[in-house]
């Protein structure tokens, strides 16, 4: 699967743990830091950035993706759950 699959693999499982429990378990937030803080894909930085609500690093992340990954972001799941300041980034 690769890194990338990894990555987005481990926010997919967040999102629901974050939906049904509304909390991280420990493991999934130390792997949910690293992503925010070792990724080299932007989307998956903004993914963890809007799963935290770390306004900064999801601007950060969301200044760095181009137009087809904004759009991605915008299209998926995630953004369902994103505080209103990530969504009035995101638009």
Do not use: C
């Not at 890194?3 to 743990?17: C, H, S, T, V």
């Not at 049904?20 to 998956?44: Q, T």
């Not at 809007?50 to 137009?67: G, R, S, T, V």
């Amino acid at each position: 699967m690769g890194e990338e699959g990894n990555e987005r693999k481990l926010l997919n499982l967040a999102q629901i743990i974050l939906r049904k429990d509304n909390a991280f378990r420990p493991n999934f937030a130390r792997e949910l830091n690293k992503i925010l803080s070792e990724s080299k894909y932007d989307m998956h930085v903004a993914g963890a950035a809007l799963l935290f609500d770390d306004i900064d690093a999801f601007n950060e992340a969301w200044q760095k993706m181009d137009f087809e990954q904004r759009t991605s972001i915008k299209q998926s799941p995630i953004i369902k759950i994103a505080s209103q300041q990530v969504l009035d980034l995101a638009n």
